[in-house]
């Protein structure tokens, strides 16, 4: 695809939008505090893009979540302990950011998670949470 600028007129869509897939594009900016309102989202795929800024605690709010993907874009910062909050998710992958800290706790709460990945984030420190895969 080939779509440019930012995200900022996702909130336009609504907040009935269940499937938000940009994968793959030129999409820069941070992510839209309006994108956090969409309380019907299941899947939510943004990799690949040119994206920065932190990942908001308010990526909590997403309760419906079953994929998240956020890899290959420029987030910076620790992974907000609120993403163990997102008891659906089934899928987890930031890979290839610059993330940094260790991992939060909470994520090795989320029971359904089938995959995870996190590599390619150099100033990541620690192993996985003891409560991971238990």
Do not use: C
């Not at 594009?25 to 309102?37: H, V």
């Not at 910062?77 to 290839?96: C, D, F, K, N, W």
Request: charged share 15%; hydrophobic share 35%; no cysteine.
């Amino acid at each position: 695809n080939w779509l440019t600028g930012d995200l900022q007129a996702v909130g336009k869509l609504g907040e009935q939008l269940e499937m938000l897939d940009v994968n793959s594009n030129s999409l820069t900016g941070k992510l839209p505090n309006s994108l956090f309102d969409m309380s019907n989202l299941s899947y939510l795929r943004l990799s690949d893009n040119h994206l920065t800024g932190v990942i908001s605690p308010d990526i909590g709010r997403l309760t419906g979540l079953h994929t998240l993907s956020l890899g290959k874009n420029e987030f910076q910062g620790t992974m907000p302990s609120e993403i163990g909050e997102l008891a659906q998710l089934t899928a987890l992958r930031l890979y290839g950011n610059f993330l940094e800290g260790t991992l939060p706790t909470d994520i090795g709460y989320l029971s359904e998670l089938q995959s995870f990945v996190v590599s390619d984030n150099s100033k990541m420190s620690g192993g996985k949470p003891h409560t991971l895969g238990n």
